[in-house]
């Protein structure tokens, strides 16, 4: 199947860290990009990040830059979301989406629709 699969949420206090991971299968084979994108109830679907994969180019919500950090195993064919102090704000369900071939840059990485594959998602839920 043409999929992503993200694994790692859970329940994490504030001030802690989790990792994300997120594997493609099919064509759904990260060719250009990788975004995280967070969803929590009520509120509309918000990017996280987003990585350029040829260049290495990182892109991070105003939000999480500074504590999230997007990164990739190629042995593994795997991308990692690294959160680190995490806040009660930041619970939402998690999503990976891949970018096949449509070039962007900056704020025109953001866009939920551009990206042509998504994962089922993954809860993260953060205690105060």
């Known amino acids: 199947q043409d999929q992503l699969a993200e694994s790692g949420g859970g329940l994490v206090q504030a001030g802690g860290s989790l990792t994300l991971s997120c594997v493609p299968s099919?064509?759904?084979?990260?060719?250009?990009?990788l975004a995280w994108f967070r969803q929590a109830p009520g509120k509309e679907r918000e990017f996280v990040g987003a990585s350029i994969w040829s260049t290495r180019i990182t892109y991070y919500a105003d939000s999480v830059k500074e504590r999230f950090a997007i990164s990739r195993d190629n042995a593994k064919n795997t991308a990692y979301l690294q959160m680190n102090t995490l806040k009660p704000e930041d619970t939402a369900t998690y999503y990976c989406?891949?970018?096949?071939?449509?070039?962007?840059?900056?704020?025109?990485?953001?866009?939920?629709?551009?990206?042509?594959?998504w994962g089922q998602g993954t809860q993260v839920t953060v205690s105060s």
């Open positions: 989406a891949s970018r096949v071939s449509r070039r962007c840059s900056g704020y025109g990485c953001y866009a939920a629709p551009d990206y042509d594959y």
């Open positions: 099919g064509r759904a084979f990260i060719s250009y990009a």
